[in-house]
């Protein structure tokens, strides 16, 4: 759409609907443009806007080729918006100008909500994650993409993921210097988000690739600022998230260069997006930093997942507990077959956390192309199996509960509790005593069974219908759940995170291993966790093992989990050696109770 206003253009910009991009356009003439021969570098142009409510923000103009500029803002509230402009062009500087927003119904933007869940912005409604990822979408072919999206969109996917700058060589036509954007890629990738949001589908992007692509492509602090400065002008008025780059720990001193880019979004970003990195492993050690408001992670490892779902009061998304082996390719041991990716799902679900699918076929990687005939793929149909099984529950206030045995669960507590069996067996379950309904999910096939008795007890014990495969129960209040969607709060009870326990005394177990007092990054080493005494809470322990050089700042990095084993401290943990390096336990008993113990060693290379 266009704005204009008399001083500058063609034709009024008809009412916009709330939450649809709405574009004000400049364009500079000869003479204006003579002195600038790089206009993204030097040509400076802000709007002040001003909604209805009388809040204001400062928008930034981005450069889209020629002598063309553009103002983007997404109206959130209907009536009339103001803006005046700031300019180092004398002719626009002072200028004002208004348009007008209509109702368009939408729920908005989305955000953290209720400590590890999602809703939108506009109306308390809660938002199930549910991604996919392809990397290249913003490069493959336009015929292709147009098929994934709508692939996805009818799969119930709501997020896709993927590089804004394409594969490491495109990003070098994206980019061809650090202070000179490719409109047209930009101009594509404009189209591509929008027809994205168009099918309900939320644009997760990646703002550069592994291996320190950021801090190559754009060597100085200036050099970034002005491309995430362009970044947000381009797309925070569209619905997107911030995943600042791909695997951040392979970045050289990624924390701080991560902060500063993160400080930018979240200073310049009006609509708030929100704002993570991608990592080989967790992304939480960049959460003390301020600007990240939800962690992903590239892990497996239920050990992780569990323990950190309990120590960090965001939401969480697994961008890659597996990718399902579609036959277009096995790069990585994380490409698994469609039963091992079901089951990851389900465990990584237990775990708290949002899933992000990944297929061989169509994920983009280095040296597989992307190829539409894997869409309609075993996985992505245990992924729509999986939306619609949440999509009954009160999933946005669901937690990891510990008082079963039998199997994983999630739980708000004397409503309803969803337990995933992996090895069907005898199950055991402390409920509170109410009348539940009883039912049984099949994740395999996607059939939903209901006991014809319900229950009412306060332990549940049964079985799976049958010992084939994996198992979901679920006991719902389902009455109960239809009255609280007429009139209670979007939170129906507090969710509180608990205190971890670091008090010597008081922590069940001690570390063994490593003994010596100097260790050597790179280098196998030892690990072993011993219980001081077994209660029935220690009878079942979770281990999570990090290490950090406090001196250099970097954050933690994830070494193993377990009770033993061996892991290879990374060299990239420090910067100076020798370093002082923090080794820490933290655990997870049965009952769900968090310890911390730590170590202090000298590290080597």
């Known amino acids: 759409m266009l704005v204009a206003f008399a001083a500058f253009a063609q034709e009024p910009c008809p009412p916009t609907p709330t939450y649809s991009p709405c574009n004000i356009t400049f364009e500079l003439t000869p003479e204006e443009a003579a002195p600038h021969a790089n206009p993204y570098l030097s040509v400076e142009l802000y709007a002040e806007i001003r909604s209805p409510r009388h809040k204001t923000f400062l928008m930034p103009a981005f450069w889209d080729g020629g002598r063309g500029f553009v103002i983007r803002v997404t109206p959130t509230d209907p009536g009339a918006w103001d803006y005046r402009l700031t300019s180092n062009i004398a002719r626009f500087s002072g200028k004002a100008g208004q348009f007008t927003a209509t109702d368009s119904g939408s729920p908005g933007f989305i955000r953290p909500a209720n400590v590890h869940h999602w809703s939108y912005t506009e109306v308390l409604k809660p938002h199930l994650w549910m991604g996919d990822t392809c990397y290249l979408f913003a490069t493959i072919d336009r015929a292709v993409f147009d098929q994934i999206v709508g692939a996805r969109a009818g799969q119930k996917f709501n997020h896709i993921r993927g590089l804004v700058l394409g594969s490491h060589d495109e990003a070098r036509r994206a980019f061809p210097s650090p202070d000179q954007p490719n409109p047209d890629h930009f101009r594509e990738l404009d189209e591509r988000v929008l027809a994205m949001n168009r099918k309900g589908i939320i644009a997760d992007l990646i703002l550069a690739g592994d291996r320190n692509q950021m801090a190559e492509l754009f060597p100085t602090w200036q050099h970034r600022e002005r491309y995430l400065r362009y970044l947000v002008a381009r797309y925070s008025a569209m619905n997107i998230t911030w995943q600042l780059v791909q695997e951040f720990e392979e970045y050289r001193n990624p924390r701080a260069l991560l902060k500063e880019a993160g400080d930018v979004l979240k200073k310049m970003d009006p609509y708030q997006h929100p704002r993570t990195a991608h990592t080989v492993a967790t992304s939480a050690p960049l959460l003390g930093d301020g600007w990240m408001d939800h962690i992903l992670f590239q892990s497996s490892d239920d050990q992780l ?283 997870l008993n049965a009952n769900g109770k968090a310890y911390a113990a730590d170590r202090v060693y000298k590290l080597i290379r």
């Open 305 to 587: 997942g569990a323990i950190e779902s309990q120590l960090y009061a965001v939401p969480r998304i697994n961008s890659e507990f597996a990718y399902e082996d579609s036959g277009g390719g096995r790069t990585h041991p994380h490409h698994v077959d469609a039963d091992t990716f079901r089951k990851r799902l389900w465990n990584a679900a237990m775990n708290g956390q949002y899933p992000t699918f990944g297929n061989t076929g169509v994920y983009g990687g280095r040296t597989t192309p992307v190829d539409p005939k894997f869409l309609e793929s075993p996985g992505a149909r245990l992924m729509t199996q999986w939306f619609d099984f949440f999509s009954r529950t009160r999933y946005w206030e669901l937690e990891p509960f510990f008082e079963v045995d039998g199997g994983r669960a999630l739980a708000l507590t004397g409503l309803e509790y969803i337990v995933y069996v992996e090895k069907p067996g005898p199950i055991e379950l402390v409920t509170e005593k109410h009348s539940y309904q009883v039912y049984w999910f099949n994740p395999r096939s996607g059939e939903l069974q209901k006991q014809k008795n319900d229950y009412k007890a306060e332990r549940f014990t049964g079985e799976p219908p049958d010992q084939t495969g994996d198992w979901v129960l679920h006991l719902s209040r389902d009455g109960r759940k239809e009255g609280m969607l007429r009139s209670y709060k979007f939170e129906s009870r507090p969710n509180l995170m608990q205190e971890v326990e670091q008090n010597p005394q008081r922590v069940p177990f001690e570390i063994v291993e490593p003994a010596a007092e100097t260790l050597a990054a790179g280098q196998p080493v030892a690990f072993v966790v011993k219980l001081k005494r077994e209660t029935r809470a220690t009878r079942s322990m979770m281990y999570l093992w990090t290490g950090e050089a406090t001196a250099d700042g970097y954050g933690y990095r994830v070494l193993g989990t377990g009770a033993q084993g061996k892991f290879q401290i990374p060299p990239s943990t420090a910067e100076r050696y020798p370093a002082v390096l923090n080794l820490r336990v933290t655990a």
